[in-house]
């Protein structure tokens, strides 16, 4: 059986924003020289905004904040920077809270599995292969094909279910 891997665990208080972003960013540039996609630099604007929030991030709200921070721009620069984003792996959309969440491995493509906290809305990232693989198997069967698996699972986060 499959092992689970923690892809983005729930952010502690002690966690440095800065330098998780940084490498965020710079993983990304490197994926994208090595895919032969284009990192602007409103993409990577819209990379930091996803990732200095470590959880869900909805796209008003990525506009509101690149309207503060680069003057006024377009709802559709922050629409086509999110596909690219999702579409080069560095992001995901959840599509529970219609919100984006930056990916922890975006070297290796998955599908996502996400603890999505209902009360301060932070999330955490998983992958285990084994749900996958049951997913799709149990898929075919059926005669389905599968394009795309993202899981959402709500519940209380370990400070909200400490509280």
């Not at 924003?17 to 602007?40: F, Q």
Request: charged content about 25%; glycine content about 8%.
């Amino acid at each position: 059986m499959a092992a689970t891997r923690v892809i983005s665990d729930f952010s502690s208080k002690k966690h440095n924003h800065k330098s998780c972003v940084k490498s965020a960013v710079k993983k990304a540039e490197s994926i994208c020289i090595d895919r032969g996609m284009r990192l602007t630099r409103l993409r990577r604007k819209i990379l930091e905004l996803v990732w200095s929030r470590h959880g869900p991030l909805g796209a008003y709200d990525i506009l509101q904040l690149m309207n503060k921070e680069e003057g006024k721009v377009l709802p559709n620069t922050v629409y086509r920077g999110l596909d690219f984003l999702i579409e080069a792996g560095l992001i995901h959309r959840l599509d529970s809270m219609n919100a984006f969440m930056g990916c922890a491995d975006p070297v290796s493509r998955h599908s996502g599995q996400f603890l999505i906290c209902r009360s301060c809305e932070s999330a955490a990232e998983i992958h285990d292969a084994g749900i996958e693989q049951t997913l799709g198997r149990d898929a075919k069967r059926v005669g389905f094909s599968v394009e795309q698996q993202t899981i959402e699972v709500l519940g209380l986060c370990p400070s909200c279910s400490s509280d």
